[in-house]
């Protein structure tokens, strides 16, 4: 897939940085991204979300080495958490799960190891974030800047809604039903 460059949109984007207000909502932003895209490079929004089971189920190219990568390190994120969790809590651990990408490993271990489910979720957004910037690389005009914009708005929204009593009980309920989704494939 090419890798286009959209100069006035990429340079009409707010600067923002993690804990800010998202400075538009992240829907309205896809629904710009599809007016302002080419047909190809819109396509592959859908992907562009912090999806548990999107990550785990892509596994072919999308022709997007952005993309790609996004989803690999989501899985490997993801299939880490399910397997250090199911090991803590003495269930039948999924097979062993990707080693690390681009730190998604190590991030998710460390995640679990903090008491405050909260604070875990705080520390993978902003590894995630940490891992946009690098992914995105020195073109900042590209389509993967686009990408990465639309990401980071959502972990935004997600970063407003913490609650730390609500928190960490959807946290417990997210991961339960991630390990239980997994166990029941393997």
Known sequence: MQNRNYYYFAATLTPISYGDKPPIASEDFRKLCHS???PDD???LKYCCYDPILAVETVKPTGSDFIDLLMLRERVLILNLAFVRAAKLKRQSPEDPPQDVSHAEALGKAAFEMDDPLEAAVYIDEGRWGALDDMVGLNLFGV?????Y???LQLLERRQLFDAEIGSGNYRDLYDSILNEYNAKV
């Open 36 to 38: 302002l895209l080419h």
């Open 42 to 44: 819109a396509a592959l």
């Open 144 to 148: 993967n800047t686009i990408f990465a």
């Open 150 to 152: 639309l990401l980071k």
